[in-house]
């Protein structure tokens, strides 16, 4: 084989690689969405008979739609603005429930809080 042939099928096969490793992340993406809207609609049904306590301690998902009330809130919205999750584990954390609550209140002042000033 010549030279010029062997580097033509170098570079066929890395064009090859590059589109499965696109494809794989499509999949992966699909997958990860699946599973956070069903996490999403257990947490709903969920909460329908049992609302969360505030001395509960929330995963990101669940986290993200506490604070968002009728839709979830990004998780990068979560990290930025409100308080640092608890460390629970090596590659887990949780947002502890009153700490959402407080900053909730922070973000959101009553009436009475606003007039008084």
Known sequence: MAIDQLQDQERKRRRNERKQRKRDRKAEYKRLL??????????RELWARIPPQPEDLLDEIAACLWAGGTEPIDPSTLWRRYSPPIKIGPQAVRWPLKNLQADR??????NSEVTAE
């Open 34 to 43: 699946k599973r956070r809207l069903k996490h999403i609609a257990e947490l």
């Open 105 to 110: 209140a922070r973000m959101n002042p009553t």
